[in-house]
């Protein structure tokens, strides 16, 4: 599959998400989900695509969350702020 796909499968994962509810008593909580794809070709680096799919996932996070955002080298080779990136 490639990145597109990936993307596609991510944001029908949030709506599921989204879609979902869970009660807890009276209460009906409603959860959102965000993601970052990254693409990984064969042969490729599985850590770099993790970096990256990190750094997409942040951007998604700072567009407001709630969304699937795939990997842009020319919006996410910025530096993520210590103690922030998944480890």
């Known amino acids: ?50 970096q990256q799919a990190d750094r997409a996932l942040y951007r998604a996070k700072r567009a407001g969350r709630d969304r699937a955002v795939l990997f842009d080298p020319g919006r996410d080779n910025a530096a993520i702020p210590m103690g922030t990136a998944a480890e």
């Open 1 to 50: 599959a490639g990145a597109e796909e990936g993307l596609a499968v991510a944001e029908r994962l949030a709506a599921r998400v989204r879609a979902g509810a869970i009660y807890h008593g009276a209460q009906v909580l409603r959860l959102t989900a965000s993601f970052g794809v990254a693409a990984l070709p064969a042969g490729g680096d599985m850590d770099g695509a993790i």
